[in-house]
């Protein structure tokens, strides 16, 4: 979350400078179209003096042509003359003619200019212009990252008040057995964030060590010389050839063939051996079968059954 919004730290103030910099080049942008629509008038006046200059020389050229066809008229000067003097009055309407041309060209090119147009040539944009529309494509691209970012923070911002609610939620129990026993493994194991545990929810596999069995694995041909109840003799075949008396307590089939809880037969694997598991309590056992022995589990064992 820091890093995302030092990102946004970092990419707010590159949008501020860029928009300080769009601020300076409008300002550069609007002194040039001012100044070119002061220009603009200032031809347009200029144009407009000398269209007047040339009306009144126009004016003169028309009376001094007159003047020269009236004497013509009485004889007193030549003919030449009087056509010179028409013919500079004809020079004279057609620079008047093209002034004003001019002038209406001029006045376009002024109303071109106040909406900021170029009439004169191809538009070309100035350098101020060129980098305003830079700088404005941009902003654009830096909003599309600020956008992205606030995204990114909201999303921070939800995942760790999620984390502190569940933190919030955490609690220390201690866990007691109310025997002596040996914890043989852990169902539920901690995680970053704890494991949420709901009520009778095993966490802990423990032994028992005053409820010992060994189970026998006895061929099925002989089941019907069990039963339960039935006593019988366990050797430990640790080396120290001690024997245990016990008494039969359950004799399951099909070990291997069958799980407890299945509905539906399946045919056991080859190997699978025809046996039956018998389970003797045993009784009076010994002092190293202790929870720091595991109480035993996993020795090898030798069971004789008392008919």
Request: glycine share 6%; net charge neutral.
């Amino acid at each position: 979350l820091g890093v995302a919004l030092a990102q946004q730290r970092s990419l707010q103030e590159k949008r501020n400078s860029r928009m300080a910099l769009i601020a300076q080049l409008e300002r550069y942008q609007q002194s040039q179209h001012i100044l070119e629509t002061r220009f603009a008038q200032e031809a347009v006046q200029r144009t407009l003096g000398e269209l007047r200059q040339a009306q009144e020389a126009l004016a003169i050229a028309r009376i001094e042509a007159d003047r020269y066809t009236s004497l013509v008229e009485a004889g007193a000067v030549a003919r030449q003359l009087a056509d010179e003097a028409v013919s500079r009055a004809k020079q004279a309407a057609k620079f008047v003619e093209s002034k004003q041309a001019e002038l209406r060209r001029q006045q376009t090119a002024l109303q071109a200019a106040r909406q900021g147009l170029q009439l004169d040539a191809a538009r070309t944009f100035s350098f101020p212009q060129i980098r305003l529309i830079d700088l404005q494509i941009e902003v654009v691209d830096i909003d599309a990252e600020l956008l992205a970012v606030a995204t990114t923070i909201a999303e921070l911002r939800r995942e760790i008040a999620n984390i502190k609610q569940q933190l919030s939620l955490q609690r220390l129990a201690t866990v007691k057995v109310p025997t002596t026993a040996v914890v043989w493994s852990v169902i539920h194991k901690t995680g970053e964030l704890g494991i949420p545990l709901a009520a009778g929810d095993p966490i802990v596999k423990v032994l028992d060590c005053t409820d010992v069995w060994a189970t026998a694995l006895v061929a099925e041909r002989e089941n019907p010389r069990l039963r339960v109840g039935q006593e019988a003799t366990v050797r430990l075949l640790d080396g120290s050839d001690r024997r245990l008396s016990g008494i039969v307590r359950a004799i399951r089939g099909g070990p291997g063939k069958v799980e407890v809880g299945e509905n539906v037969a399946v045919p056991p694997p080859d190997l699978v051996r025809n046996e039956l598991a018998v389970d003797v309590q045993l009784h009076n056992l010994p002092e190293d079968f202790s929870a720091e022995r595991f109480c035993g589990v996993g020795q090898s064992v030798e069971v004789v059954f008392r008919s």
